[in-house]
T-cell receptor
Framework: DGGITQSPKYLFRKEGQNVTLSCEQN?????MYWYRQDPGQGLRLIYY???????QKGDIAEGYSVSREKKESFPLTVTSAQKNPTAFYLCASSLTGTVNNQPQHFGDGTRLSIL | GQQVMQIPQYQHVQEGEDFTTYCNSS?????IQWYKQRPGGHPVFLIQLVKSGEVKKQKRLTFQFGEAKKNSSLHITATQTTDVGTYFC???????????FGKGTKLSVIP
């Protein structure tokens, strides 16, 4: 089955620690996205990548970093600079990242908490 | 920046009643998408509207895009317990590669 796999499902971070969330897709999609969802809130864009080896900051990129070395993979690192990292993180992909936006397909998410 | 506002935030309905959620953008949109997120799940794409005044139907769901392409609505006729979840609209402006999501409307259906 084609889809997006996020791991782990739950993650705990200690103070001052960087953690990396995994996102892998086998849909052969060019574009990938990372969103943060807080309770009662919509999805806020952290980073997005329209193509391999290229990525752009979204609305709330501070304290986060990404890489896009392979088409299938778009890992997100939550750095110690992100002071309020507790949230539900969703990875998504779309066939392309063109102006006429393609539907986005989401993974099951990673729930990150502070210890 | 672009803002997308969605109302109401919560809606409780008796099974069989109708439900509507509204979405308003601060700027003209090139297209709008609707997603549904079940409790504990991830957003699932429902539909995309592109044309001014467009109306699309999916069984009991009716989606509209305003003439000015700044607002949209989702109407569910005769709700069922399977409709429970949070419905999000998401829009993008001309030339943008980003979707801006509304905060969603959480629908509860009382059997």
């Amino acid at each position: 089955d084609g889809g997006i796999t996020q791991s782990p499902k739950y993650l705990f971070r200690k103070e001052g620690q960087n953690v990396t969330l995994s996102c892998e897709q086998n849909l052969n999609h060019d574009a990938m996205y990372w969103y943060r969802q807080d309770p009662g809130q919509g999805l806020r864009l952290i980073y997005y990548s329209q193509i391999v080896n290229d990525f752009q900051k979204g609305d709330i990129a501070e304290g986060y970093s990404v890489s896009r070395e392979k088409k299938e993979s778009f890992p997100l690192t939550v750095t110690s600079a992100q002071k309020n990292p507790t949230a539900f993180y969703l990875c998504a992909s779309s066939l392309t990242g063109t102006v006429n936006n393609q539907p986005q397909h989401f993974g099951d998410g990673t729930r990150l908490s502070i210890l | 920046g672009q803002q997308v506002m969605q109302i109401p935030q919560y809606q409780h309905v008796q099974e069989g009643e109708d439900f509507t959620t509204y979405c308003n953008s601060s700027t003209t949109l090139s297209n709008i998408q609707w997603y549904k997120q079940r409790p504990g799940g991830h957003p699932v794409f429902l539909i995309q509207l592109v044309k001014s005044g467009e109306v699309k139907k999916q069984k009991r769901l009716t989606f509209q895009f305003g003439e000015a392409k700044k607002n949209s609505s989702l109407h569910i006729t005769a709700t069922q317990t399977t409709d429970v979840g949070t419905y999000f609209c998401a829009g993008s402006g001309a030339g943008s590669y980003q979707l801006t999501f509304g905060k969603g409307t959480k629908l509860s259906v009382i059997p």
